[in-house]
């Protein structure tokens, strides 16, 4: 794959920004050599284990614990009544959310547990295993109660309330409607509908949550060793729930073994963990074993969407209508909220058009069930699969070929800054150029020849597309103005070390998607030295500047900006160091791979080594009057925009059997526009990887629940993900349209794969089943659901 080498470079002597560069610390990784949590063992650690609620909705009538007390190597048995003197509880709203309401949540379920999976005692024990085996003899007297499971039914006056205090089992409703939405519909020549349904789902990271929490009794300091996303974010909670300044907590994130948000959220047994060592004054490990995450972490997707589009004969898109009913479990999560998805799916159905009538109703419920948050894309596979389905259906309506009534209708490219419907700000995209690349990469005209060639031979593919959307380096708009403290800049510091080296702090931390090594990269470029030079230090709150962390695809865009100041403020701190030592004017000299040198003809002056050498062991040669800087820290916010949007097309194309159901993927491709890119080939497997992903909620991956709110299969057996030989190759190319809100011109990545993965394998398996006037809207789609649509199974 060729990216496009139009766009200016930004810095001086650019080798690196823009360059497939293996990522640094891949050895380290591939040689098991890396330290995830359960790799760290602290003196006198200890390890919990928790009993969760069996059922989805009881009330707990008493806890006997005497004969768990007496097992070997047991330390504290604890139930919510202990842990909520030491950790105040939670009410996980945002202020920008009206109207938005949720119930305290506790560490450990106090009085009653409202889904299965909810820590209710937690055993400390000297080991692992005897938590585990004390863990048996725990025995909770218990009442089932009431259940509200199903969404559809949440709001009925017969359905008991899971909060009586909050008056009904609805957690947040939003309303838009803009333009003349009944007028259109009324006046279109056509009009498209359907139904559908998007099955919960979860992360399956390499890396269970995990964390050790250490109350140092000596100190008053608090030190938490975690998995995870945001460490700031949770120095934060820490403080807040436990009464301790931010001063007194360390959050420290070592190796992280993939997180898709999983590990952006605050859970009920991560605060217990921490209470827990307070109480002990020690050490206590958490490691959630693969069977407890299927109910205790948070799940994802659980939607039911009514929609429907207008469109002239001309196919001309007049607008989209939308009720969208989500059920996120019996609590918002903290502190991000589980009402943030669907309020992304209003803001983002019909996106990428250039319509003008939007009408859209949310309703986000309660349930006895796991709680859902946000998840990689948040939202977006939703938002793409709804519009891009009806965009299909609309063609289908007036006998369009559905590529060209996309090449019609996206906003052009030549139209931005502009403002979409639902009211969300897009700064530069170009679905225009992206769906001519598409066309070319694919060979359309030639692949609808095979198509129709293998049809007269009983064999049925389809071609699908997506056009995407994908909000990225979110502004202060996003959360801070709703009042949960969660950082929307980052910061960075680059420090030149006595032998010429680069050390980089920055708060942006690593999960496997490549960001130290992107830093290295920008970092190496922007100072001007060998990249091999360059180290790389994320995820401890004590080192790193204060930052929001990695989520909503912000590291590139503003971690990765941060790194590009802070490395650019270096560099001219070098020079004025060697333009006294040179006796020169620092505008005529300049940092080239490792050396300083004279700007205009390259001659070197002076080996960054040297330069350090005299400024932190010989700055009595320098003047009095002089004191070399060479630590500087940078931050960086995005202002100018509430999001800037990442965009792209994607397209699948797909084999149905319809004697079986079964669907195989024949081909995928995408053309990704995520601005300046930084590194092809970190960027290109992001792609692929998010798209493998999104192709496991459109084909595989579902939390199936019975009537009585159970979790039926809650293991790596029962539930499926997408495996290598189930994929097909995955094609990639860019067009590049940097973000005028930074030097680097860098948009997020990370999600917008997953975001338009769905959307693209569903519209081909019903281009594929369109000859028999058959299509499943339903996800994931299983073979039996294909078969339902065909009319062979009842």
């Known amino acids: 794959m060729q990216v496009p080498t139009t766009v200016a470079p930004v810095t001086e002597d650019q080798r690196y ?16 050599l890396g330290q995830y949590i359960d790799d760290i063992e602290l003196p006198r650690m200890a390890h919990v284990a928790f009993w969760r609620s069996p059922v989805a909705h009881m009330r707990i009538k008493a806890v006997h614990a005497d004969t768990a007390r007496a097992m070997p190597g047991v330390l504290l048995v604890a139930d919510g009544h202990d842990l909520a003197k030491v950790c105040k509880p939670w009410v996980a709203v945002l202020g920008h959310l009206a109207g938005m309401k949720s119930a305290p949540q506790h560490a450990l379920a106090v009085d009653r547990a409202c889904w299965q999976g909810e820590p209710v005692v937690a055993v400390v024990a000297e080991t692992r295993a005897q938590a585990e085996d004390a863990l048996q003899h725990i025995t909770v007297d218990y009442e089932e109660l009431p259940l509200a499971t199903d969404m559809e039914t949440a709001l009925d006056a017969a359905t008991p309330l899971i909060h009586p205090e909050l008056g009904d089992n609805l957690c947040f409703t939003r309303s838009l409607d803009v333009g003349e939405v009944d007028r259109v519909f009324a006046e279109a020549d056509a009009v498209a509908e359907a139904t559908f349904e998007f099955g919960r789902h979860t992360g399956v990271t390499l890396e269970p949550r995990a964390q050790i929490a250490h109350w140092n009794p000596a100190e008053q300091r ?17 403080g807040r729930q436990f009464d301790l300044p931010a001063s007194a907590i360390r959050v420290v994130c070592k190796d992280v073994g993939g997180s898709f948000g999983i590990k952006v959220h605050a859970y009920p047994d991560d605060f217990a963990t921490v209470a827990l060592s307070i109480l002990l004054g020690r050490p206590v490990k ?8 299927f109910t205790s972490d948070i799940h994802a997707r659980h939607h039911r969407v009514k929609a429907r589009i207008a469109v002239n004969q001309s196919g001309e898109i007049l607008g989209f209508d939308m009720d969208d009913l989500t059920g996120i479990g019996p609590y918002s999560m903290f502190p991000r909220t589980s009402a943030i998805e669907g309020n992304q799916v209003v803001n983002l159905v019909g996106g990428p058009y250039k319509h003008k009538h939007y009408r859209a109703k949310l309703n986000v419920v309660f349930q006895n069930k796991t709680p859902t948050c946000q998840y990689r894309g948040v939202g977006h596979p939703i938002a793409c699969a709804v519009t891009e389905a009806l965009v299909d259906l609309a063609a289908q309506k007036i006998g369009m070929d559905p590529l060209k009534i996309r090449e019609l209708n996206v906003i052009p490219d030549d139209a931005y800054p502009t403002t979409g419907a639902s009211g969300i700000k897009l700064e530069v995209l170009s679905h225009e150029a992206s769906l001519k690349k598409l066309r070319e990469l694919m060979n359309y005209d030639a692949l609808r020849a095979e198509q129709a060639a293998l049809r007269q031979q009983g064999i049925h593919r389809g071609i699908g597309f997506a056009t995407v959307i994908e909000l990225t380096n979110p502004s202060a708009a996003f959360y801070g103005v709703g009042g949960a403290r969660i950082a929307s800049q980052d910061g960075a510091t680059v420090r030149l070390d006595p032998e010429g080296d680069i050390t980089v702090l920055v708060g942006v931390g690593e999960q496997g998607q490549g960001t130290e090594g992107i830093y290295r990269q920008i970092a190496a470029d922007a100072v001007g030295v060998d990249i091999t030079k360059v180290k790389v230090l994320t995820g401890d709150t004590d080192v790193t500047p204060y930052g929001g962390g990695t989520w909503a695809s912000r590291g590139a865009g503003v971690g990765g900006e941060a790194v590009l100041l802070a490395g650019q403020a270096l560099r001219e701190n070098i020079l004025k160091v060697a333009a006294v030592m040179l006796k020169r004017e620092a505008a005529g000299l300049a940092v080239r791979r490792d050396r300083v040198v004279d700007a205009a003809t390259g001659e070197e002056l002076l080996p960054l080594k040297e330069l350090g050498r005299v400024a932190y062991f010989r700055s009595d040669t320098l003047p009095a009057d002089f004191t070399p800087e060479l630590m500087v820290t940078r931050h960086y916010a995005q202002r100018d925009y509430p999001f800037i949007f990442t965009n792209g097309v994607q397209a699948s194309y797909v084999e149905v059997d319809p004697d079986t159901g079964f669907v195989k993927l024949l081909k995928h491709w995408a053309v990704e526009d995520c601005g300046r890119v930084l590194n092809p080939m970190l960027v290109d497997e992001q792609m692929r990887g998010a798209i493998v992903q999104g192709i496991g909620g459109a084909l595989f991956e579902e939390c199936l629940y019975d009537d009585a709110g159970l979790m039926l299969n809650a293991n790596m057996a029962d539930y499926l993900v997408p495996m290598s030989a189930e994929m097909p190759d995955i094609e990639v190319a860019h067009v590049m349209t940097p973000t005028r809100s930074s030097k680097l011109g860098a948009k997020g990545a990370g999600e917008a794969g997953t975001a338009g993965a769905p959307a693209a394998v569903m519209n081909a398996i019903n281009d594929a089943l369109a000859p028999f006037s058959a299509c499943v809207h339903s996800q994931p789609i299983t073979p039996e659901k294909v078969l339902r649509a065909l009319g062979k199974v009842v």
């Open 286 to 293: 958490f490691v959630a074993d693969r069977l407890e995450s």
């Open 222 to 238: 608090l030190t938490v060793y975690h998995s995870f996303q945001a460490p700031h974010m949770m120095q934060d909670l820490y």
């Open 17 to 32: 920004i823009g360059a497939s560069v293996p990522r640094g610390g891949i050895e380290r990784l591939t040689q098991g």
